[in-house]
């Protein structure tokens, strides 16, 4: 659904270099990215700021064009295709709104059914099933501008999947959210692309809409391509130092387990960090038994916000399929 073959964008920035000069440089804002998205798939695509993902997002959808490469969009060139391309994709850009500041919901919702030239029964199908999913029943009929940024959001996804889109592009579609509506938006998109089959690039600064909805990550680093691999595979490589949480029965001095180091004491709490490729969890509880009475525990794997700080920190380049 979704081909790059060495994509390429430059943009051109003037400089200021003195009082009245001005220097004139070429910026690789994304530089040579090759990937490709199945169909049904639901894909993370991350990195720092700056990085090249909203240049991505927006070449594929034909905001931008391309300064050399090639991509595929469902089978169209997104930028000279754009029109007939807009009929089979959904954008949600955090930051941006599709909706009509002043009008109701319901309103923007009818405007886009025009727009795209959706059957009126299957809208009102998709509109119901939407509106009960994303309980937005009882906002329907408030103007765009009086609603809550959760509130909001949830009416971008609805105005992004109204017209049944076979791929939806999503940047950073929880920014700004409660827990509670973060959760909603993830239930929602993991509904619609199980039950519709919808192919899904999610980019986001919040690794955990990646953890919760990605089997697959894109890491993406200054314009370039650094990782393209499953989560777990991800974690396994950059993801060997595991966390045991122990409460003892009293307080005590930091525990002396081999394998392991304790890297922080609260009371009778002690947290030990240790490697998952020279010592058990099992091994570890063993030790830490014989040598204090072990009251509870818990195992705590390294966050993939973590593993992706190592990688830029190192400069790590893994192979890319």
Known sequence: MIELDGVEKRFVVRAKTGRLRRER?????????SFAIERGSMVGYVGPNGAGKS???????GILVPSGGRLRVAG?????????????????????????????????????????????????ANLDRFAEVLELGSFLSTPVRQLSLGQRMRGELTA???????????????????????????????????????????TTHDLADIERLCSRLLIVDHGRLIWDGGLDELKRRYGQERTMVV?????????D???ARVVRVDGPRQWLSFRRDETSAAELTAAVAARSHLVDLAIEETEI?????????????????
């Not at 440089?25 to 990215?33: S, T």
Request: glycine letters at 6%; proline letters at 7%.
């Open 257 to 259: 387990v081999p394998g």
């Open 247 to 255: 409460d003892l029965e009293e307080a005590a001095p930091p525990l």
């Open 25 to 33: 440089r070429e910026v690789m804002a994304v530089d040579g990215i």
């Open 305 to 321: 916000e973590e593993i992706v700080r190592r990688i830029y920190a190192t400069g790590a380049a893994p192979a890319v399929s």
């Open 160 to 202: 992004a999947l109204l017209h049944d889109p076979e791929i939806v592009f999503l940047d950073e579609p929880t920014i700004g959210l409660d827990v509670v509506a973060k959760a909603a938006v993830r239930e929602f998109l993991a509904e619609v692309n199980r039950e519709r089959g919808v192919t899904v690039l999610l």
């Open 55 to 61: 240049t991505t997002v927006k070449m594929l959808t």
């Open 76 to 124: 169209l060139d997104p930028s000279r295709q754009r029109i007939e391309l807009t009929r089979r994709i959904g954008v949600v850009f955090g930051q941006r709104s599709q909706l009509w500041w002043d009008l109701p919901l319901l309103d923007s919702f009818e405007l886009l059914r025009h727009i795209y030239r959706v059957p009126a029964q299957r809208h009102r």
